[in-house]
């Protein structure tokens, strides 16, 4: 099946300080990307869905200055955390779909912000 | 709004025995609906999925049916195995696509030999 990564799959960062975090499509165009967020024991929330090449469509109440996305190309995409602080350490997954339009999703990033 | 509720977990079982994972969803109009799962250390893949009442989705011994009428898509097994042990999300599209699907808790399996 068609594979996703996700880079870097842990980081500590302090805060105040940006992270990058990148989502890449290995096999397959990635028409559509989602980028998701799952604080523990809690369900998969969705931030925001980008397409190619056109802005991102973030959901109500996820800050777009705060969670930027790009999706530059086909095979990937990346979303920073802006200044971050404690209370945005979770866990970042994302997911892309192509022509099937099933999403495949990325094995997520932890990120712990002291 | 549209959710999903899955039973809470974790559910341990013994190997070779029946699992039933309860999912339920509020939505308006006619979602598609899914099933995830997560094993550790890799990304959520897709199981099985229904876009229509009635349809029964299944793959690698695991199925579930679409019930419209008690807006449920339980997730089974006749007899689980010890690889089966991961974490399983319901989900649905609330636009029938595989676009914006919203998720439930997760359940987690632990199956012993």
């Known amino acids: 099946g068609a594979v996703v990564s996700q880079h870097p799959s842990r980081v500590i960062c302090k805060s105040g300080t940006s992270v990058k975090i990148e989502c890449r499509s290995l096999?397959?165009?990635?028409?559509?990307m989602f980028w998701y967020r799952q604080f523990p024991k809690q369900s998969l929330m969705l931030m925001a869905t980008?397409?190619?090449?056109?802005?991102?469509?973030?959901e109500q109440g996820v800050e777009k200055d705060k969670f930027l996305i790009n999706h530059a190309s086909l095979t990937l995409s990346t979303l920073t955390v802006t200044s971050a602080h404690p209370e945005d350490s979770s866990f970042y997954i994302c997911?892309?779909?192509?022509?099937?339009?099933?999403?495949?999703f990325g094995p997520g990033t932890r990120l712990l912000v002291l | 709004g549209d959710s999903v509720t899955q039973m809470e977990g974790p559910v341990t079982l013994s190997e070779e025995a029946f699992l039933t994972i309860n999912c339920t969803y509020t939505?308006?109009?006619?979602?598609?609906l899914f099933w995830y799962v997560q094993y550790p250390g890799e990304g959520l893949q897709l199981l099985l999925k229904?876009?229509?009442?009635?349809d029964k989705g299944s793959n690698k011994g695991f199925e579930a049916t679409y019930r419209k009428e008690t807006t449920s898509f339980h997730l089974e097994k006749g007899s689980v195995q010890v690889s089966d042990s991961a974490v399983y999300f319901c989900?649905?599209?609330?636009?029938?696509?595989?676009?914006?699907?919203?998720f439930g808790k997760g359940t987690k399996l632990t199956v012993n030999p």
């Open positions: 939505a308006t109009g006619y979602p598609s």
């Open positions: 980008s397409n190619e090449g056109s802005k991102a469509t973030y």
């Open positions: 989900a649905l599209s609330p636009q029938g696509g595989s676009e914006k699907l919203v």
């Open positions: 229904a876009t229509k009442a009635d």
């Open positions: 096999d397959f165009q990635a028409t559509t």
């Open positions: 997911s892309a779909s192509g022509e099937s339009e099933t999403q495949y």
